[in-house]
């Protein structure tokens, strides 16, 4: 059954193809990647990785510390997985958005550590 996490997970990735047509390419791979992965997690797993992932940075992603684009998120994630390569799209391109699409990316990562919050408790 697909969480209410995972439906905002894929919108939020068709919202980035959007944002960023020039990957186009490596944001469908991602998409796909996770779309596949959804289908056979039955425990759970992409939920429990994400939110363990971001539960060091719980407290700036609940106050919108945008010091989390500007930290070396390495330490977070490996560089080959897709936390790693959506977080590293979003800061690199972080202070060309607009406040408009800042505070919908805000919106989405926290309503996706949330939701991923919510399942696990």
Not at 3 to 13: G, I, M, R, V
Not at 24 to 41: R, V
Not at 64 to 78: A, G
Request: glycine letters at 0%; charged letters at 25%; a negative charge.
């Amino acid at each position: 059954m697909e969480t209410s996490f995972y439906k905002n997970l894929k919108l939020f990735l068709k919202d980035l193809i959007v944002v960023f047509p020039e990957d186009d390419e490596a944001l469908q791979i991602i998409s796909t990647t996770i779309n596949l992965a959804i289908i056979e997690d039955t425990d759970n797993l992409i939920i429990k990785k994400f939110y363990k992932s971001l539960l060091p940075l719980e407290s700036q992603i609940n106050s919108k510390d945008i010091s989390i684009f500007s930290n070396d998120i390495s330490k977070y994630w490996p560089q080959t997985s897709y936390e790693y390569r959506l977080f590293y799209k979003i800061q690199e391109n972080w202070d060309s958005f607009s406040d408009h699409n800042q505070n919908i990316l805000w919106d989405y990562i926290i309503v996706l550590f949330n939701l991923a919050k919510g399942v696990l408790s």
